[in-house]
């Protein structure tokens, strides 16, 4: 028996996919179709427009692997869905993996989807409350 929320996370989990996949080829194009012209995004350096999101591109990739993991999607009324994941991923020219945390707000557009918000909270085991 499928999940009833599988439909919906299987949806956002690939357009997610879609957004990171750009970061990967540095398809500014791609990136920009996947958001909202009023996306909104908050990171720990600062909450940011589509804009800025896409002109990240401007030099290239900005990401050269990428795993997503304890993915969980949930309906916010009937044409909106949350998706909620781990990104573990390393940059160009660096070993380092870096981590955070995903909050990812997306909006249905006739048959596809958008992205409205996204919130970033950096996986830093050192400032964990316990």
Same mark, same amino acid.
């Given at each position: 028996?499928?999940?009833?929320?599988?439909?919906?996370?299987?949806? @956002?989990? &690939?357009?997610? =996919?879609?957004?990171?996949?750009? /970061?990967?080829?540095?398809? %500014?194009?791609?990136?920009? +179709?996947?958001?909202?012209?009023?996306?909104?995004?908050?990171?720990?350096?600062?909450?940011?427009?589509?804009?800025?999101?896409?002109?990240? @591109?401007? &030099?290239?990739? =900005?990401?050269?692997?990428?795993? /997503?993991?304890?993915?969980? %999607?949930?309906?916010?009324? +009937?044409?909106?869905?949350?998706?909620?994941?781990?990104?573990?991923?390393?940059?160009?020219?660096?070993?380092?993996?870096?981590?955070?945390?995903?909050?990812?707000?997306?909006?249905?557009?006739?048959?596809?989807?958008?992205?409205?918000?996204?919130?970033?909270?950096?996986?830093?085991?050192?400032?964990?409350?316990?």
């Amino acid at each position: 028996m499928t999940h009833p929320e599988q439909p919906l996370h299987d949806t @956002l989990l &690939a357009a997610e =996919t879609a957004v990171w996949e750009a /970061l990967l080829r540095g398809d %500014a194009e791609a990136d920009a +179709a996947a958001l909202d012209e009023g996306f909104v995004g908050v990171y720990p350096d600062g909450i940011f427009g589509k804009a800025a999101h896409v002109a990240q @591109l401007a &030099a290239g990739a =900005t990401v050269a692997t990428y795993r /997503l993991t304890q993915v969980r %999607a949930r309906p916010v009324g +009937a044409d909106h869905g949350l998706l909620i994941y781990h990104a573990a991923y390393t940059r160009p020219g660096h070993t380092t993996e870096e981590a955070m945390y995903v909050s990812s707000l997306w909006e249905r557009r006739g048959a596809g989807w958008v992205n409205i918000f996204s919130q970033d909270t950096p996986d830093d085991p050192a400032q964990a409350v316990v």
